[in-house]
């Protein structure tokens, strides 16, 4: 073999191994890049594991949020209906003390001589009339009272609805990330394959 040939196949050689070498370094490059990806897919999924988690447990508080202002919607409803109710008592029992005022009226107009005992009726009936009158006042309170409670539990219904919205939609973001992490993973997997 002359030294030509002899260089030429020592050249060829080192050419082959340069590139044998390339080949290993990029192929090493590549593992090392989808071993990054996988982890950070990794954590990714995890993450994704722990919105979805957290997002479930918003929307099971808010649920429950929504349950008791519904409750308490029906609690302030009912009080103001036996408000209501006593308002209605109370003015009919003030309409019948009226009615007997009126009688007692007319019976010392109509018998001078039984003045002394009808005064001594109308004193009584106003007595009794002033006592429906102030527990008219307090059921009109107490009516307040119900309205206004029955206002807040309006307003907390409608912020554990819009919690539970938020929760819906937080657990809605969980699962898209955690789906594009399995797309991302898939296609790692194949650029690790090939």
Do not use: C, F, P
């Amino acid at each position: 073999m002359t030294s030509t040939s002899r260089q030429q196949s020592t050249t060829e050689q080192n050419a082959a191994g340069n590139q044998s070498q390339r080949y290993q370094d990029e192929r090493a490059l590549v593992d090392l890049t989808v071993n990054e990806l996988q982890r950070d897919l990794q954590r990714v999924e995890d993450q994704a594991r722990m919105a979805q988690h957290d997002a479930h447990n918003a929307r099971q508080w808010a649920q429950q949020s929504r349950s008791a202002a519904q409750h308490a919607q029906n609690q302030a409803r009912q009080a103001q209906n036996q408000a209501q109710q006593a308002q209605n008592q109370a003015q009919q029992a003030q309409n019948q003390l009226q009615q007997a005022h009126n009688q007692a009226q007319q019976a010392q107009n109509e018998a001078q001589q039984a003045n002394q005992r009808a005064q001594q009726a109308q004193g009584q009936v106003q007595q009794a009339q002033n006592v429906v009158q102030q527990a008219q006042n307090e059921a009109q309170q107490a009516n307040q009272r119900a309205q206004g409670a029955q206002e807040r539990a309006d307003q907390a219904n409608q912020q554990a609805q819009q919690a539970e919205d938020q929760a819906q939609q937080a657990h809605n973001y969980a699962v898209q990330a955690q789906t594009d992490a399995g797309q991302i993973r898939t296609n790692a997997r194949q650029l690790q394959w090939t």
